[in-house]
């Protein structure tokens, strides 16, 4: 395990590199678009390799906000205990809050436990839970990443980058990039309004299909959900975990 300080207070409070900022800032020279087409690439070689071994993975995303004593904190480590239980590596940021509470509850059982990174303009601290790290600098080697070595994905309560991360998940699902993987919303609660808009908006509007929402469960047991990824995994991957 890293022996490195989650303290949340130290999430966002270093200066990085702005490479990835100025790569962004529309075209540049060919010479500067071709290293770059190359950094990525060699990134994602550097996540092929650490990862290729790690086995079944599951990955919670959620706020790096929440602290040891909150409820979606407690929640998610035991979320990241059933998952590890189960024979699943519990994947996440590799952060802080429900990120640290996930990989810290497969730690409490003896679990493989993995933190994908990324560079922001403020550094991002590992938490004090992970068998591996690694630190990625563009979002979307580091979200193909989180993608690829998963059977199942949890979304926990978070905001902006919880949303992104879920919504790339579901769009791949629904235009046939990934298979019909479960997608599970903890917390009914906090998901609810966003259950609304699904069903009530987007569906009855027909921006949707049914389908695209049958592999979705809200729940907030952390039994029922990892329960479910075992089964799915089971039936449609014939991955062997669990008893």
């Known amino acids: 395990m890293k ?7 130290k999430w966002g409070t270093c200066s990085r590199t702005n490479h990835d900022k100025v790569f962004l800032e529309g075209p540049h020279s060919r010479t500067f678009e071709f290293i770059h087409a190359f950094q990525v690439f060699f990134e994602m070689i550097k996540g092929f390799r650490k990862l290729h071994f790690v086995g079944p993975c599951v990955t919670v995303f959620g ?13 998610a480590r035991e979320l990241g205990s059933e998952l590890a239980h189960n024979g699943f590596v519990v994947m996440t940021g590799g952060g802080p809050g429900i990120m640290e509470a996930a990989n810290r509850g497969a730690k409490d059982v003896n679990g493989k436990s993995i933190g994908c990174n990324i560079t922001l303009p403020k550094e991002q601290l590992p938490n004090n839970f992970l068998d591996i790290w690694i630190e990625f600098k563009y979002f979307m080697v580091r979200k193909f990443m989180l993608a690829k070595y998963s059977y199942g994905f949890i979304a926990m309560p978070g ?30 609660e ?42 799915m995994a089971k039936k449609q991957f014939q991955v062997k975990v669990g008893h």
């Open 3 to 9: 022996n490195i300080s989650s303290d949340s207070n």
């Open 63 to 75: 706020s790096a906000r929440f602290h040891e004593e909150h409820p979606y904190y407690k929640l």
């Open 159 to 188: 905001g902006f980058g919880t949303l992104d991360e879920l919504f790339e998940i579901l769009t791949l699902i629904q235009t046939g990039k990934m298979k019909n993987f479960p997608v599970i919303l903890m917390g009914k």
């Open 190 to 231: 906090y998901w609810l309004p966003l259950k609304n808009l699904l069903e009530t908006r987007l569906l009855e509007s027909k921006s949707i299909d049914q389908e695209d929402i049958e592999t979705l469960l809200f729940t907030d047991s952390a039994a029922e959900a990892a329960n479910f990824i075992l089964y």
